[in-house]
């Protein structure tokens, strides 16, 4: 189990990166949405992290051809084929559930599963639904947890209003009514991330939105190629952000991120705080793409209750800008931390505890008391954005972070970056 022991930052930095992880969310879209075209499909900027090469490798599993230069990443399906090994999400909840909705109605029997923190964590938000509309899909504790085995069948037309604000839910359906029988309408509490909808709008999908609600058309004919650079990710983005936010007289400009309305609420929150955030738009294809220009200034405290789910990734980062704010900041409404890659409710208040923080855990959220982190040891869950979190907060004060392997899921070159603040 590996390690990392973060020094505190001396001086002040002002730099520009460049070379933020590309989009996870996104990344995973262009592999599976591949499966639905025609044509060769063109993704540069594929995200090369652990979660997404592993759908990467799940589509050629069932049968995509993906000719890889290290650069642009091209993809031919010609349909869905059975695989004859089980589909390894590894530790990718976005992973799993996207795939139950893309595999619902293929032709074939399929098994998916992943790691150990994959395999505890609920399934039935997207297996219930889609076993409601005829879907065949089992695994354990009554088809909630994985290995999931799915058996294509041919679904039935939904109309669903969802309880659940999870663009993974959502998108999963998405999938599902592509290939069902007829018109499907889905509806969310809250809008969640809509890659889904503009990335398949895109490839010539017919998804009419009105306001939460999407009515989805079932696929006459194959969907034109994706022809996409996938633009940097927000969420690993913000730990670069929330490195400016507690260093004095800090700057960083953050390139080509995408600025879509429902991945850069963090920033916002920052901005709250007292953060002087710029926003720079591009270019708009697919997605809003441009740069993020973040600048030091003293962080009070804030309320955070609504858009969570625009907020959901970014909440242990967060919770380290909160640590060095003036006040009592408060997080309310946030169940769903507690069914992410870990609690993180649950490991945020544990671990900022063991750095001294005054902190309070509600079965919603937290409180946490602006005050000086202290040196500690703590652990990442196996959690990525734990890890991360907990690294940045160390440029305070010297903090051991314990079983950080779990950062290759999404960030590889982020101790390369980190170094770069120096
Ligand atoms: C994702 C949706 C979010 C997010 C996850 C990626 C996606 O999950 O936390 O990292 O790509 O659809 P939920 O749908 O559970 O909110």
Known sequence: ???????????SFSIEIDSIASDKSISHRCAMFSMLSDGQNIVRNFLRAEDTMNSLKIIQ?????????????????SGI????DIL????SGTGIRLFCGLLASANGHFILSGDEYLKRRPMNRVTKHLRAIGAKIDGRDDGNLAP???RGSSLKA???????????VKSAMILAALRSEADCIYTEPELTRDHTERMLRGMGASLVTNGLTTTISPLKKLLKPLDITVPSDPSSAFFFAVACAITPNSKVTLKNITLNPTRIEAFKILEKMGAIIKYDLKEDVYEP????VVEYAPLKAVEVSENISWLIDELPALSIAMSCADGVSVVKNAHELRVKESDRIRTVV???????????????????KGGELKSAKVKSFGDHRIAMSFIIAGLKCDIEVEDIDCINTSFPNFFELLESLK
């Open 1 to 11: 189990m590996s390690f990392f022991k973060s020094q505190k930052l001396t001086s």
């Open 61 to 77: 599993d069932l049968g995509a051809v993906v000719e890889d230069d290290g650069d642009i990443i091209k993809i031919t399906s």
């Open 81 to 84: 084929k059975e695989s004859f």
């Open 88 to 91: 390894d999400c590894g530790n």
């Open 148 to 150: 999931l085995s799915i």
């Open 158 to 168: 939904f109309d669903y209003v969802s309880p659940i604000a999870s663009a993974q």
């Open 289 to 292: 793409i441009g740069n993020i």
């Open 350 to 368: 544990d671990n900022l505890k063991l750095c001294n923080i005054e902190v309070e855990e509600f079965d919603d959220g937290y409180s946490v």
